[in-house]
């Protein structure tokens, strides 16, 4: 469905708004776009449309695919993401552990921040047995179909995660989590045993274990996880190793943050 924006005249802080619009249409389910698709998108004129785009290529922001006659997101976005990485607390002492993490394991190793009512994944390594063609960062998802999602609300207060996560919890699978009191029990067992663990719950074939990062102050602020394969994860026998080591390497990048567990307990 179309969205209109504003009036087709005027410029400045108008231009821009549109201008980010536009680039807001590119998503993971629709990477690639014409600019008849665009317009249909946004409501916006074919003209308007037209210029922006072309503006955005020659700024960088957008790039013409020959083959597929279609726009795709260009080099520039790519640059201020990074800039935007590099400049995160969490990413910043994150990134290394993840890394070495997932190359130990030679399973997946994430982390992500809390947007709102996703996780926002800012590292994303891949082991050899992890099986995964796409990168996470800068993703989102359902924060109580994910070890993630759960290890990033484990301590919300009640009325605070109700808030966030609305009245119905969306099914994926038939695994997945959709009553409000289930989810209260399964958070207190994360609370717990200090990690959440995920078993085919958003996707078929895949689990997931996280535990959460904390800040100086002692509130959670991410979480790392490890995910893979049912296989490679081998939950039945290893939850307890995959356990020990998660929590660990998300103490260091806590630490690393400036959380002392005997500070913030005293």
């Excluded at 809390?114 to 990168?135: D, I, M, V």
């Excluded at 207060?157 to 209260?184: C, F, K, M, N, S």
């Amino acid at each position: 469905m179309a969205r209109t924006i504003g009036r087709e005249a005027g410029s400045g802080t108008q231009s821009v708004e549109r201008a980010l619009v536009l680039l807001s249409e590119f998503t993971e389910a629709h990477p690639q776009r014409r600019v008849s698709e665009l317009v249909e998108a946004t409501g916006l004129g074919q003209s308007t449309v037209s210029r922006l785009v072309g503006a955005l290529v020659a700024l960088g922001f957008l790039a013409y695919d020959k083959r597929s006659g279609m726009y795709v997101i260009g080099p520039r976005v790519v640059t201020l993401a990074g800039i935007a990485l590099n400049e995160m607390p969490v990413h910043q002492q994150a990134r290394q552990v993840a890394q070495n993490l997932a190359t130990e394991l030679d399973l997946g190793a994430n982390v992500a921040e809390r947007h709102g009512a996703e996780p926002f994944y800012l590292c994303h390594f891949e082991g050899r047995s992890a099986g995964r063609s796409s990168t996470l960062i800068g993703r989102g998802g359902p924060l109580h179909a994910t070890a993630m999602g759960k290890a990033l609300i484990s301590e919300l207060p009640v009325p605070e995660r109700t808030e966030i996560l609305g009245g119905e919890l969306a099914r994926y699978t038939p695994h997945t989590i959709t009553q409000p009191i289930d989810l209260d029990k399964t958070l207190r067992q994360v609370r717990e045993r200090g990690y959440a663990t995920e078993v085919e719950e958003l996707a078929f074939g895949r689990a997931c274990l996280a535990a959460p990062v904390r800040d100086r102050t002692g509130a959670i602020v991410a979480a790392l996880s490890v995910s893979g394969p049912l296989s490679a994860m081998n939950l039945a026998e290893r939850e307890q190793l995959l356990a020990t080591k998660v929590i660990e390497q998300a103490d260091q990048i806590s630490s690393g943050l400036g959380y002392h567990a005997a500070a913030a307990v005293s």
